[in-house]
């Protein structure tokens, strides 16, 4: 597991707020790295992990705001965490964009059924990314 991102206070100008908690859970090292440097430097904290293996206890021990999920990761894929976060209280009070490579309407569909919020097709627009995450966390966001 690698720590990305800024502390958990931001200073921006004279304003002073904590910054969000981003849980990215992204197999590809370079998608993983670029997408961890880019919101932290949006002001995000931002824990990213490379499987699913230690998802659930890294989501009990982190806390996210939000959860960016690669459907396609090793041990424990991205449906069968969203299906195991649907039994649980979290599911309802953390939000999770999923950011895949599949682009096939029947995936993008099962992600929503199975509590995404939204979804992007890889390549994604880092700027479309940023203000659906801004969207989701309102008042939480940098």
Request: aromatic share 10%.
């Amino acid at each position: 597991m690698a720590k990305s991102g800024q502390g958990s206070v931001i200073h921006s100008g004279t304003q002073k707020f904590l910054s969000s908690r981003i849980l990215l859970v992204e197999d590809h090292e370079i998608s993983r790295q670029l997408l961890s440097d880019y919101l932290g430097c949006l002001g995000y904290q931002v824990l990213a992990i490379a499987d699913g293996k230690a998802f659930f206890s890294t989501l009990a021990s982190f806390q996210p705001d939000l959860i960016l999920l690669d459907l396609k990761i090793p041990y424990l894929d991205g449906y069968s965490i969203l299906k195991q976060l649907q039994g649980l209280p979290i599911a309802q009070q953390v939000p999770i964009i999923v950011v895949s490579a599949y682009a096939f309407k029947s995936d993008q569909q099962r992600a929503f059924s199975l509590g995404a919020k939204k979804y992007f097709v890889k390549p994604i627009n880092l700027s479309q990314l940023r203000d659906a995450i801004q969207e989701i966390l309102g008042g939480l966001t940098p």
